[in-house]
T-cell receptor
């Protein structure tokens, strides 16, 4: 079974600075999908960014980018120019391409933005 | 589109009581699922369904039942609530076979079992 580990329960960053959230995963599959979800205090789960394992290029969405290291099974999220609205829980998630679209989540990292 | 809706938003139960958490989606998604979120443990899959009449267990199915009589609805039943079921519950849906598809989450139901 696949597992996802987020080893940083909490992180903080000064507004306008850059922060990187870590995620590692374990799988024997060669093809899969990885996601970062944001959960603000409203509890709504918001997709931030996704990465297909077969793509070597790291995904980017505006101020959010990932560093995908397939051999190391690492998938970190970099947030540039941090804004107060980025404060939230961030979850890393894995999805197998086989069968149903089940997601395996990490434990989450709570990100605080200091003004 | 309303997306994924969940009711109620918050519920308090006594140990041993039963209740049903409702989930509905209006996007004609084949796949629907239930997760529970507990502090320090992320979201864990309880049950999922790939279409009407088809359900299967996820990682933490004990104490929960599901059924899928229509494409739109996927209720989660607690037959005899226990304090260990205190959690926030999320319903999610997506197309089943589109690899580009992402899952859409409902707003969550916070359940407190006393």
């Amino acid at each position: 079974a696949q597992t996802v580990t987020q080893s940083q329960p909490e992180m903080s960053v000064q507004e306008a600075e850059t922060v990187t959230l870590s995620c590692t995963y374990d799988t024997s599959e060669s093809d899969y999908y990885l996601f970062w979800y944001k959960q603000p205090p409203s509890r709504q789960m918001i997709l931030v960014i996704r990465q297909e394992a077969y793509k070597q290029q790291n995904a980017t969405e505006n101020r959010f980018s990932v560093n995908f290291q397939k051999a190391a099974k690492s998938f970190s999220l970099k947030i540039s120019d941090s804004q107060l609205g980025d404060a939230a829980m961030y979850f890393c998630a894995y999805r197998s391409p086989q069968g149903a679209q089940k997601l395996v989540f990490g434990q989450g990292t709570r990100l605080t933005i200091n003004p | 589109n309303a997306g994924v809706t969940q009711t109620p938003k918050f519920q308090v139960l006594k140990t041993g009581q039963s209740m049903t958490l409702q989930c509905a989606q209006d996007m004609n998604h084949e796949y629907m699922s239930w997760y529970r979120q507990d502090p320090g443990m992320g979201l864990r899959l309880i049950h999922y369904s790939v279409g009407a009449g088809i359900t299967d267990q996820g990682e933490v199915p004990n104490g929960y039942n599901v059924s899928r009589s229509t494409t739109e609805d996927f209720p989660l039943r607690l037959l005899s609530a226990a304090p260990s079921q205190t959690s926030v519950y999320f319903c999610a849906s997506s197309l089943l076979w589109d690899s580009q598809e992402t899952q859409y989450f409902g707003p969550g139901t916070r359940l407190l079992v006393l």
